[in-house]
């Protein structure tokens, strides 16, 4: 190890062994969603997505998350509007509904998840606990509580440990940060309990009936041969729809004849790229921003300058970035491209066969 990685896994020690010693249990089951890498795997559309599964299998979902660079402080309910959500219990105050309270991704999981609270807490357990004393459970649906960016939150038990890995760019370098990308050892997915590979094509047929491709089958193989007694499911994305600050929609196919600029902030603006190319999107100009950025006035001029002078009709980004992006003054030709997190069914019955209702 580089001197630099020493003291980072050193730091590292210290926080697992500190964790392990204080972990607590919530009564309820727990599903964790993480990686060992960071940023840029799609946790979010995953955690939707598993969100959206739990509904329909009788249980009533609450999402936990740190609301990275949200400054909103202790356990809060994410909120899509200013409106109280029905039966909660808590202090007015403790609802937040912007990105700057709450962090980008927890207001687009609130955003398109009606009915499912999110719990922003750096601190997941007392986010459970809260979630529990100011939200009542559907009748005859027991809490589950689904852990957003979990694996390395060894404070909390979780029921079933899913790591996604970035298909077009599993491990980096292989090395630790600061060095690299890897926030822990790779042998630490021994604790994993599920690997899906995130990104992946279809082999064909239509977006409910294809297959998925494993483009990287090098990867897969490394994963059944290192850990054989876990499963390794496949996942991808499909484009659902283009939206704009005012709720417009237009469908993906017609975009494709059209003059766009893109632009995102994103962690792997490759990825974003990678989507445009499948839906035969070619923008005649590309700006990529630092993941997680903060759009301003200034930003935006630039943006729509550059589309103009390059004679685009539409501007094109990601849901996460026009979650910022709808605090400001927008043309309604800001378009977002909704996305939809897919994978084999057997993925979800293993997922739940592992917790029960309790």
């Given at each position: 190890?580089?001197?630099?990685?020493?003291?980072?896994?050193?730091g590292?020690?210290?926080k697992?062994?500190?964790?392990?010693?204080y972990r607590?249990?919530l009564p309820?089951?727990?599903?964790?969603?993480?990686?060992?890498?960071?940023?840029?795997?799609?946790?979010?559309?995953?955690?939707?997505?598993?969100a959206?599964e739990s509904?329909k299998?009788?249980f009533?979902?609450v999402?936990?998350?740190r609301?990275?660079?949200?400054?909103?402080k202790?356990?809060?309910l994410?909120?899509?509007s200013k409106?109280?959500p029905?039966g909660f219990?808590?202090e007015?105050?403790?609802?937040i509904?912007?990105?700057?309270d709450?962090?980008?991704?927890?207001v687009?999981?609130?955003?398109?998840?009606?009915?499912?609270?999110v719990i922003k807490?750096a601190?997941?357990?007392?986010?459970?606990i809260?979630a529990?004393?100011s939200?009542?459970?559907?009748?005859?649906?027991?809490f589950?509580?689904?852990?957003d960016?979990?694996f390395?939150?060894?404070?909390l038990?979780r029921?079933?440990?899913?790591?996604?890995?970035?298909?077009?760019n599993?491990?980096?370098?292989?090395k630790?940060l600061p060095?690299g990308?890897?926030?822990?050892?790779?042998g630490?997915?021994?604790?994993?309990?599920?690997?899906?590979?995130?990104?992946?094509?279809?082999d064909?047929?239509t977006e409910?009936?294809?297959?998925?491709?494993n483009?990287n089958e090098e990867?897969?193989?490394?994963?059944?041969?290192?850990?054989?007694?876990?499963?390794?499911?496949?996942s991808g994305?499909?484009?659902?729809?283009?939206?704009n600050?005012?709720?417009s929609?237009?469908?993906p196919?017609?975009?494709q004849?059209?003059r766009?600029f893109?632009?995102?902030g994103i962690?792997h603006p490759?990825s974003?790229?990678?989507t445009?190319s499948?839906?035969?999107?070619?923008?005649a100009?590309f700006k990529?921003y630092?993941?997680?950025?903060?759009?301003?006035p200034?930003?935006?001029?630039?943006?729509?300058?550059?589309?103009?002078?390059?004679q685009?009709?539409?501007?094109?980004t990601t849901?996460?970035?026009?979650?910022k992006?709808?605090e400001?003054e927008?043309?309604?030709?800001?378009?977002?491209?909704?996305?939809r997190?897919?994978?084999?069914a057997?993925?979800?019955?293993?997922?739940f066969g592992?917790?029960?209702?309790?």
């Open positions: 190890m580089n001197p630099l990685e020493i003291l980072y896994y050193a590292y020690l210290f697992k062994r500190l964790s392990f010693a607590k249990r309820g089951p727990v599903i964790s969603i993480g990686n060992v890498t960071v940023g840029g795997t799609g946790k979010t559309p995953a955690v939707i997505a598993i959206e509904l299998r009788g009533s979902p999402i936990l998350t609301g990275y660079r949200g400054s909103a202790g356990p809060c994410v909120s899509a409106t109280p029905v219990k808590g007015p105050s403790k609802i509904y912007t990105s700057a709450a962090g980008d991704e927890p687009l999981m609130a955003g398109r998840l009606k009915g499912v609270p807490s601190n997941r357990n007392e986010g459970g809260f529990i004393q939200l009542a459970p559907r009748e005859g649906a027991p589950l509580f689904i852990l960016d979990g390395q939150h060894w404070v038990h029921d079933a440990d899913i790591v996604l890995i970035d298909g077009l599993p491990f980096g370098n292989r630790l060095m990308i890897l926030r822990e050892p790779l630490e997915l021994k604790r994993a309990d599920i690997f899906v590979i995130t990104k992946c094509g279809r064909g047929g409910k009936s294809g297959s998925f491709r483009e990867l897969a193989s490394e994963l059944r041969n290192a850990f054989p007694e876990k499963p390794v499911y496949l994305y499909d484009v659902v729809r283009a939206v600050k005012a709720g929609e237009y469908a196919e017609a975009l004849d059209k766009v893109a632009f995102c962690a490759e974003f790229r990678r445009l499948s839906l035969s999107i070619r923008p100009g990529a630092r993941d997680h950025h903060f759009y301003t200034s930003d935006v001029n630039y943006l729509e300058t550059q589309a103009k002078e390059l685009c009709e539409f501007m094109l849901e996460k970035d026009m979650i992006l709808k400001l927008i043309g309604d030709n800001v378009l977002s491209l909704a996305i997190w897919n994978t084999d057997a993925f979800y019955d293993d997922v592992r917790i029960s209702k309790k």
